[in-house]
Nanobody, 118 residues
Framework: VQLQASGGGLVPPGGSLRLSCAAS????????MSWYRQAPGKQRELVAG???????NYADSVKGRFTISRDNAKNMVYLQMNSLKPEDTAVYYCNSVIRTRVRVGEYWGQGTQVTVSS
């Protein structure tokens, strides 16, 4: 199983980005899907999560600005980020709990850099 994140880049404050993460491999089902981020010198933190049923949760710092969604048919999770702030600068990682034929495990994508700067 692999998770491939994409969509990061450099944007000015107030700008928008949409991150995508594709899960591939011998997947039976995907449970929770999440986005984390890690800024330089800081611990990795949960940004947003979404269950298989579509329930979502967000870090207080991104509520009202970020929206997580998923496409179960495509094994994809997205993070729409609006009104970006310099403090959103970080490497963003997707995370999924995935059932294969032999195990249920937690998987991480490789990370995509988001830089918010003028």
């Amino acid at each position: 199983v692999q998770l491939q994140a994409s969509g990061g880049g450099l944007v000015p404050p107030g700008g928008s980005l949409r991150l995508s993460c594709a899960a591939s491999g011998s997947i039976v089902s995907i449970n929770a899907m999440s986005w984390y981020r890690q800024a330089p010198g800081k611990q990795r933190e949960l940004v947003a999560g979404i269950t298989s049923g579509g329930s979502t949760n967000y870090a207080d710092s991104v509520k009202g600005r970020f929206t997580i969604s998923r496409d179960n048919a495509k094994n994809m999770v997205y993070l729409q980020m609006n009104s970006l702030k310099p403090e959103d600068t970080a490497v963003y990682y997707c995370n999924s709990v995935i059932r294969t034929r032999v195990r249920v495990g937690e998987y991480w994508g490789q990370g995509t850099q988001v830089t918010v700067s003028s």
